[in-house]
């Protein structure tokens, strides 16, 4: 069987095999090999930038699916008679941009969320008990404005921004998941989302 071929073939066959044939035998052998040490080299990463390990853990499987399609594998640019440690060292630089990838994309949302948000605290300050009610039927018909996503990513942002200045990165997972959308899209619905508030706000002020 192919399956117990592939046990047999070393790291950089396995990796041509992925990458000529997309064999996913070879692909499932050479994950095997390799993961149990891309994802500790993963969880070492959130350990020292405080990260959730749960980030690291994605991030490690994640580093397998690119190589996967990208088909980016050279073996001449495996520096060293060791096929293994070069190997192995190619992996965890993917990984590295994929957690730089994730730490650009965190800090993106936060400087729209924290300047949105910062906003709202102060509007807050200026509302008096009296107009508490007319504040209610204004915000219902602001998030009128907002569909069924929008208004998902933005009530959760409210949420957990009573007691957190940063919406956790488990949490944009939950919500991409809940919603049927990749991660990166849940940033894109709240800016949408945001737009949206303001521009409803303005028409109010108006």
Not at 10 to 30: C, G, P, T, W
Not at 59 to 85: C, M, P, Q, W, Y
Not at 120 to 144: H, P
Request: glycine share 2%; hydrophobic share 35%; charged share 35%.
């Amino acid at each position: 069987m192919l399956k117990t071929r592939c046990q047999f073939l070393d790291d950089v066959v396995l990796l041509e095999r992925i990458r000529d044939f997309n064999d996913e035998q070879a692909y499932k052998e050479f994950v095997n090999r390799y993961l149990p040490a891309v994802k500790q080299e993963c969880l070492n990463k959130c350990k020292l930038r405080n990260v959730d390990k749960h980030v690291g853990i994605q991030i490690a499987h994640e580093t397998f699916e690119k190589v996967k399609k990208s088909k980016s594998f050279k073996k001449r640019k495996l520096n060293g008679t060791d096929s293994k440690t070069a190997i192995t060292g190619w992996l965890y630089r993917i990984s590295s941009n994929l957690f730089y990838d994730y730490h650009n994309s965190e800090k993106k949302d936060n400087e729209i969320n924290e300047s949105y948000f910062d906003e709202l605290v102060a509007e807050a300050n200026e509302i008096c008990a009296d107009s508490l009610a007319d504040t209610r039927d204004i915000t219902v018909k602001i998030l009128a404005k907002l569909n069924a996503k929008e208004k998902e990513v933005v009530i959760t942002d409210l949420e957990y921004k009573r007691n957190q200045k940063y919406l956790p990165s488990d949490v944009n997972e939950t919500l991409a998941k809940n919603l049927g959308v990749k991660k990166p899209t849940v940033r894109k619905i709240r800016e949408r989302a945001i737009a949206k508030l303001k521009k409803a706000i303005n028409e109010i002020n108006k």
